[in-house]
């Protein structure tokens, strides 16, 4: 009995030592989440600006098409709360009927949901098409460039998903999703980020979660490869299916008990966003969001560690996406609304970084493929190492 009680009192000591770490970090990730509201309320707004900008989210599923059970009022809940302008919804394809038309599509509160599809091809390379199509399903016949040849026809936009897995890449596709929010989360350790999650989780769901994301070399150097070769737009996609959770007992009916959804869709809209712009006093509608992704006039937003609206990255009239002649360019002009470190590359090499705050500009060097990635070095490690801000290229040639 009183070795019973020995071993049981070591366990406890064990159990309760292994929880300092992550009570630690809950404390350092209190002191993050203090400076992000701080620079949140500080941040500058300019007022010139000829562009209205809109936020957006790339890839989400519901229960259409499988993976997920997520119904339509938890997805306008989510994406109302988020605070998402759009969302470009990506159902996987049915035989038996058409998933792009039967999701959301159409403004739902200050939402405006567009029907797109997550699709397959005879090579075994998938994309996200926007909008989506009835014929989604029977494109798993065809090549990549016989599907991408159709969708273009069809002024329907083709973008790599899962890039990691893709291998057609002389094809014509428009664009790459360098940062997959799913994909960052199945990365997250098993064994310490339950522990992360019950101590943090609650009080810090945003910053529990970004602590994991690590910049996407793999991505963003086959991104820097292939739009040395044409114009391409670099995107982060949600793929939210509101369906990562576990509960401890439940029944065949579904009753659960402490049932805990990690990543309801409020939650995975607020974390990384695609900010587009549209020129001033033009109607967001399905149209207009699909023109602003196919030339990339957007940028990506790890908004989960901190508001990123209001960034810009421009060379005289022309902004991200855009293409003009370098003899005109003297310089490239970056607006960031907080105080940060802007990396300047070009054809995916680092050129030129500068702390800044409001508007630094850069001198060019000649015709080039230049974009820029912005840190929150203010936040330290790790949320420094991921980039606060991806922009599309400015295409100088
Ligand atoms: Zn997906």
Redesign the pocket.
Known sequence: MRYLKKFLLIALAVLIAIQVPFIYRRYQLGKVAEKISASNASRIVRTDDKFDEYVGII?A?TFLGGHSNAKFDELIKGANDAGVDFVMM?EHWSDDYDTSALTLNGKYGRTLFIGGN?IDTADGDRFLMIPGSAEAASLRKLSTDAVLAKLHAEHRLGLI?YPERYKSWNASFDGIEVFSLHTSAKAINKFTGPFDILWSGRAYPQLTFAQYFRRPDANLAKFDEASQKRRLTLFTGT?AHSNIGFHLFGDDAGHKLLDIKLDPYAFSFSMARVHILLPKGTPLTRDSAVDAVKSGRFYIGIDAIGDTSGFRFSANESIYGDETPAANVQQLEVFVPVTSRVVLLMNGARVDERPATGEIAFATSGPGVYRVEVYRDDLGEPFSQMPWIMSNPIYLR
Do not use: S, Y
């Open positions: 890839h599923h990506t997550e998903t793929d």
